[in-house]
C-alpha cells in the first residue's frame, strides 16, 4: 500500500497548484481520502476530504473557495487544486487514506499517508 503525493514547488501570492496524491497497492474506490498540511512549527491540520462513492467533498474553513478537492478512480489519483494561494498556505501537504463513509473523519482513522509534497508560496 502506498500514497505518493506530488505537484508542490513554489508560488507567487494568488498562483494556483494541482497536487496530486496517486495510489498503489489497493483499490482506491473503496477509500476516502484526505489532504492535510503542516506548517513549520505548527500541527497538522486537515485541509479537504473525498468521499468514496458519493464523491462528497469536505473543506476547512480557512481554504473553501479557494480549493477543489477530485478523484479519478480509473488513474487510482484524488487532486488537489489550490487557486489564489496566501503565504499561510505553506506548508507540505500529506494525503491519507481511511475506510470510512463520510469525510471528515478523525486523523486516527487515517491508516496510510503519503511522504508529502511541500508548498512555497512566496513573492
Known amino acids: 500500500v502506498q500514497l505518493q503525493a506530488s505537484g508542490g514547488g513554489l508560488v507567487q501570492p494568488g498562483g494556483s497548484l494541482r497536487l496530486a496524491c496517486r495510489a498503489s497497492?489497493?483499490?482506491?474506490?473503496?477509500?476516502?481520502v484526505g489532504w492535510f498540511r503542516q506548517a513549520p512549527g505548527k500541527e497538522r491540520e486537515a485541509v479537504s476530504c473525498?468521499?468514496?462513492?458519493?464523491?462528497?467533498?469536505h473543506y476547512a474553513d480557512s481554504v473553501k473557495g479557494r480549493f477543489t478537492i477530485s478523484r479519478d478512480n480509473a488513474k487510482s489519483t484524488v487532486y488537489l487544486r489550490l487557486n489564489n494561494l496566501k503565504p499561510e498556505d505553506t506548508a507540505v501537504y500529506y494525503c491519507?487514506?481511511?475506510?470510512?463513509?463520510?469525510?471528515?473523519?478523525?486523523?486516527?482513522?487515517?491508516?496510510?499517508w503519503g511522504q508529502g509534497t511541500l508548498v512555497t508560496v512566496s513573492s
Open positions: 473525498i468521499s468514496r462513492f458519493e464523491n462528497s467533498e
Open positions: 497497492g489497493f483499490l482506491l474506490d473503496y477509500y476516502l
Open positions: 491519507a487514506r481511511a475506510f470510512l463513509r463520510s469525510c471528515p473523519g478523525r486523523t486516527t482513522d487515517y491508516d496510510y
